[in-house]
């Protein structure tokens, strides 16, 4: 049994898919953002850090950081498929694309999110829009990259899970609409597998 800790709509939704995707047993405990819970003693416990998603694995082991999350429980159920064969091209341009979005996407949220956290309160709309900025340059990247109904060309992977899930973050819907049509169809696709669907619903609805 693993137990995934995390917010409703936040980074343990990509967790949440590759739990339901596997079919591996889990509970999610819930750490509400709003009532800033992961800055409680109880979740730092878990992760000094104090960011989501943290997974305690059936070990009692705790892994943090989403791309790793996602690799540990790729690891864990190769037959579901979750990232291409081992040691072929399509597992290396996997590698790469979700350390592109760990790396380049990921930290700018948190900057867009809580500039507060980094700058002055005079520089925070400065710094919040430039931050949003990049998202949308990183993203219309992955936006080039999509090779037919998913990133990779090899089908479904956990990259897939993990790029839906930073087309719900701080975009207007009509940005999105017309800059990142290929990142929208792909993330309905995701939307739909029957696995990832009612996890969808929780976290983003509809």
Known sequence: MFTLYGDLGSGAFSAEAALAEAGAPYNFELVSLEKNEQRQPAFLAIN???????LRISEGEIITESAAILLTLADYFPQARLLPP??????????????????EIYPMVEIADYPERFVPQAGEEALRTAARERIRERLLIIERMIA????????????????????????????????????????????RRPAIAPVWERHFGR
């Open 148 to 191: 037919g109904p998913f990133l990779l060309a090899h089908g479904f992977s956990l990259l897939d899970i993990y790029a839906a899930m930073f087309s719900r973050w701080g975009h207007e819907p009509d940005w999105r609409l017309a800059n990142l049509p290929r990142l929208m169809a792909l993330a309905d696709a995701v939307s």
């Open 86 to 103: 081992q040691a072929s091209k399509a597992r290396a341009q996997a590698y790469r694309w979700l350390a592109f979005m760990a790396d």
């Open 48 to 54: 000094p850090s104090g960011k989501m998603p943290a």
